[in-house]
């Protein structure tokens, strides 16, 4: 049960499993109460009002109490039902001093900013401003630093001291930023299950490896190439920070430096099911998650796989698939073909220094070794047949990085000749997005169901946070489609668009027949 919950916490936060509602707009009934109403008048000013809080959410609090089987909690309790922090002001000035930090990174930074005002009818700087506002002013809000430390549920035990104080109001407040952007541009604090599987994948990673040959190489098994070293610490470094491992509770003595590279990720019964539509000719597997073990589900996988194999058609399932590791891509695409499929993707970048940094650490670097093909934004759209492409976005947007995707099959793989249908819906996330574009731009499968949730996995960054230690991502890329649509905000539009109360799974039965 605590594995399910930890999985869920983290997909949430990380991956986003779920496209969220609004959640800190749920005062108000009107599901447009930003548009109508304004973001501050329904915001986390409402959440942080002492003079109605009590008055108002006393239904709240019985019911959280009676919840957790406590007759009486010693705590004061926000609209939501979450305790109530309520800054000191040199709790303040630590807090202030990680946002103006971060804020400053993420608005030169992150290029997903420009579709927030079309996707939700205000701007970044809207809400960061009202979140400095908040601090500044010292307004309790809610706090969500259980969910990021995965307790079972808020105790009466409030922070004492100034740091822990900040840290709590600090990685909360970033929190309710991820729940009301909808994990766009993956925007979110990292949970204490991330981030020590993170800290342990890094670690564990440079004291395993050996270079050879230019590669990166561990156990005999080719980790890519050894330009991208730098990167690699710089990554170790955010999640071993001194104030990292104090926020998070951790030691360097707590990492295991041998732990197996394949060993990573959650061991969930469940997370791959399969069915036999009808015998002979069509099969169908629904994958939860790739944030599970891979090896783990290729017990699952690899037989169907086999069982399936001369059928006329296999149906992949992605419905509600939050994303994951991208290394799982390899127990679908590698495994089902038989010959090498392609694809292409372009992605789109600011000029601030974390990303220059970036591409000179070579993230942007192709298994031979040589730079994607990086060129100025303006130029690449002007050559481009990009009837959809938002070129207001070229204010910001600096460089394209060209990705070629190429796929070779495994070794060990099971060629399906059949027809391949993919099923997405607006929960299916991330790395379900980015299978679901490299099927439409390959033709490995025929993309069926509803737009995706757009957070697109795209180069991006961990922020150690010098006082508090919050670790925060920050996808630092914009990603387009082959018309120019941006995923970010329209997410991937499958081959085939199911109208409103349609089925997916239904709709591709009814193709077949």
Known sequence: ?????????????????????????????????????????????????????????????????????????????????????????????????????????????????????????????????????????????????????????????SPTEDLEIAADYLSSLLLWLTLDLDGLGHLSPQTLEGFAEMLEIHLALLHQMEIVDGRIMVNDEDQGSATSLPWLENRADAFSAEAALWFYGMTLDDIDLYRDMEDFGFREEGNVTTDIIEEGRIGHVHIESFMNNRAFDSEVLFPFYEEVQDFEHLIIDLRGNGGGTLAYVNYIIPMLIDEPLEATYHEFLMAGDLITQELEDGAAVTDEDEFADVMPASDFVKDEELPYFNSEDLDVLEYVVTWPLIYEPRDDSIPFEGEIWLLVDRDSASLSELLAMIAIDSGFATVVGEPTAGITPTLHVYISLPNTGVVYRMDVGYIIDSQGRSIEEHGVIPDIVIGEGEDALDIVLDLIE
């Open 1 to 157: 049960m605590k594995e399910n919950r930890l999985k869920l916490l983290w997909s949430l936060l990380i991956i986003l499993i779920s496209f969220l509602t609004i959640v800190a707009c749920t005062n108000n009934d009107d599901s447009d109460a930003y548009e109508e109403n304004g973001y501050e008048e329904n915001g986390y000013e409402e959440n942080g009002d002492e003079e109605n809080g009590d008055e108002e959410n006393g239904d709240d609090e019985n019911d959280y109490a009676e919840l957790n089987g406590d007759e009486e909690l010693d705590i004061e309790l926000g609209p939501h039902g979450f305790p109530l922090i309520h800054l000191t002001e040199a709790a303040r000035d630590i807090a202030l001093e990680d946002f103006e930090y971060l804020v400053e990174l993420m608005l030169e930074n992150v290029p997903s900013q420009v579709v927030v005002e079309r996707r939700f009818g205000f701007t970044l700087d809207d809400i960061l401003g009202f979140m400095r506002e908040s601090i500044v002013n010292m307004d309790p809000i809610e706090s969500l630093h259980f969910l990021l430390m995965g307790e079972e549920h808020p105790t009466d035990e």
